[in-house]
């Protein structure tokens, strides 16, 4: 399941987001999203977890909770391909 981070500081790192969600279970990926102009974090991450209900848990626990000063918002990130047909 892909989760997504909103609202992070801009000083939170893969490290950091990593170790906070494989409290709940193992971490395929976690990637910190950067501007590709300037390098500096966007605020927000995506969080790659195998397991659908450590994620669900996860989303539910971390939600609003604060992480390095900042209330976070988690929440199961859209199909993205679901989102964009393609016509042939």
Do not use: C, W
């Amino acid at each position: 399941m892909t989760i997504i981070v909103k609202n992070m500081s801009p000083e939170t790192n893969e490290f950091t987001v990593e170790s906070v969600f494989a409290r709940f279970g193992e971490v395929d990926s976690a990637r910190v999203i950067y501007d590709r102009h300037t390098n500096e974090s966007k605020g927000m991450a995506f969080i790659e977890m195998a397991d659908e209900e450590q994620a669900k848990k996860a989303i539910e626990t971390l939600n609003e909770s604060t992480l390095e000063g900042n209330i976070i918002e988690v929440a199961e990130a859209e199909d993205r391909s679901k989102k964009f047909k393609i016509r042939f």
